[in-house]
T-cell receptor, first 115, second 111 residues
Framework: DSGVTQTPKHLITATGQRVTLRCSPR?????VYWYQQSLDQGLQFLIQ???????AKGNILERFSAQQFPDLHSELNLSSLELGDSALYFC??????????????FGPGTRLTVL | LAKTTQPISMDSYEGQEVNITCSHN???????ITWYQQFPSQGPRFIIQ???TKVTNEVASLFIPADRKSSTLSLPRVSLSDTAVYYC????????????FGQGTELSVKP
């Protein structure tokens, strides 16, 4: 158990809908990262928040947005969903803002299925 | 831009030692090398991290030569449960210094 929690574990929805994924980081961690992993694909970095502020952006679509709240939990909002958005979405957390020694701890993921 | 190259897949048998080599020719002077393990449908798990020479923990060893342009993850006496994808990471500075996951090495351990 990494200490990172994600809800829900599974989500099934229809095209065009909007969903919210939630992540609670490990106690004491200030950074939250979001990743997308499609079937047989690598982990795609989406976005990072550090202490409530956006820190880095990766391959995040304009239909997706995220935020980190004062209690440091984070939400990833996915809207106008398409079939291709079906994937595992992982949240990770780390102590500081990044760098080669800032180990990321991953949550169990949310499996999103868009029908 | 620090990029890593590692084999896409490897096969092994139970009880053997497995060595996965990763090249990172452009690693920056102060950067560490980090390895993660990922089982299907689970989030990656930190295995080991090192800067130079040799690092060992209860799971694996990491060997880094003096020029630090490569590193080798060594898994002693693998079992079926070591079947997973292994990622070698160094920071990528055109992505804000983040650890960007590549394709990794898919290790398959057979009985």
């Amino acid at each position: 158990d990494s200490g990172v929690t994600q809800t829900p574990k599974h989500l099934i929805t229809a095209t065009g809908q909007r969903v919210t994924l939630r992540c609670s980081p490990r106690s004491g961690d200030l950074s939250v990262y979001w990743y997308q992993q499609s079937l047989d694909q690598g982990l795609q970095f989406l976005i990072q928040y550090y202490n409530g502020e956006e820190r880095a952006k990766g391959n995040i679509l304009e239909r997706f947005s995220a935020q980190q709240f004062p209690d440091l939990h984070s939400e990833l909002n996915l809207s106008s969903l398409e079939l291709g958005d079906s994937a595992l979405y992982f949240c990770a957390s780390s102590v500081s803002s990044g760098g080669s020694t800032d180990t990321q701890y991953f949550g169990p993921g949310t499996r999103l299925t868009v029908l | 831009l620090a990029k890593t190259t590692q084999p896409i897949s490897m096969d092994s048998y139970e009880g053997q030692e497995v060595n996965i080599t990763c090249s990172h020719n452009n690693i920056a002077t102060n950067d560490y090398i980090t390895w993660y393990q990922q089982f299907p449908s689970q989030g990656p798990r930190f295995i080991i991290q090192g800067y130079k020479t040799k690092v060992t923990n209860e799971v694996a060893s990491l060997f880094i030569p003096a020029d630090r342009k490569s590193s080798t993850l060594s898994l002693p006496r693998v079992s079926l449960s070591d079947t997973a994808v292994y990622y070698c990471l160094v920071p990528v500075y055109n992505q804000g210094g983040k650890l960007i996951f590549g394709q990794g090495t898919e290790l398959s351990v057979k009985p």
